[in-house]
T-cell receptor, first 112, second 114 residues
């Protein structure tokens, strides 16, 4: 069935280093992938989503490329900032009802 | 940006009692969702709702669960009766459409059943 697998648990980085959070998926339908970010005590918010024309989405310095050959949508940023510390969810839109399937989430902690 | 409001933010309830979780979706959105997240686990889809009807529900959406949006007011999730395993954070989301549309989430309602 449809599923999403993310880098598990906690990723700790020093400010200024590159970020890569892994996301792979299994999808019955043509996939739409999303990255959501959730800061403490806030709602999950859309960070970026895949495009049907394979353009690479970018937001707040983050980008992700949908690779159908490897079923991946890894989240990357060239230089981590302290404010990037948050919980990141990769999600797959499946079926025709708009439903999202979420991964377990990866907590990114950026240290000075 | 667009905001989804959820009321209450926290609730403690005795097992067997009824609880209603309220969601005020983004004003022009047509599709509504509930997700359940048990501590330390992923957000899991419960149900989605459009034009006054449930479109799809998961195995987690037990018979004790129901949703409605009477007269365009709050989109509600009712659990009657509650069980211990219903303790979780319940997230409401809304979207303007389906294909490729962004889901906007509320901050969640933390339910503790004792």
């Amino acid at each position: 069935g449809d599923s999403v697998t993310q880098t598990e648990g906690l990723v700790t980085l020093t400010e200024g280093l590159p970020v890569m959070l892994n996301c792979t998926y299994q999808s019955t339908y043509s996939p739409f992938l999303f990255w959501y970010v959730q800061h403490l005590n806030e709602a999950p918010k859309l960070l970026l989503k895949s495009f049907t024309d394979n353009k690479r989405p970018e937001h707040q310095g983050f980008h992700a490329t949908l690779h159908k050959s490897s079923s991946s949508f890894h989240l990357q940023k060239s230089s981590a900032q302290l404010s990037d510390s948050a919980l990141y969810y990769c999600a797959l839109r499946t079926g025709n009802t708009g439903k999202l399937i979420f991964g377990l989430g990866t907590t990114l902690q950026v240290q000075p | 940006g667009p905001k989804v409001l959820q009321i209450p933010s926290h609730q403690i309830i005795d097992m067997g009692q009824m609880v209603t979780l309220n969601c005020d979706p983004v004003s022009n959105h047509l599709y509504f969702y509930w997700y359940k997240q048990i501590l330390g686990q992923q957000m899991e889809f419960l149900v989605n709702f459009y034009n006054g009807k449930v479109m799809e529900k998961s195995k987690l959406f037990k018979d004790q669960f129901s949703v409605e949006r009477p007269d365009g007011s709050y989109f509600t999730l009712k659990i009657q009766p509650t069980a211990l395993e219903d303790s979780a954070v319940y997230f409401c989301a809304s979207s303007p459409g389906q294909s490729g549309n962004t889901l906007y989430f509320g901050e969640g309602s933390r339910l503790i059943v004792v």
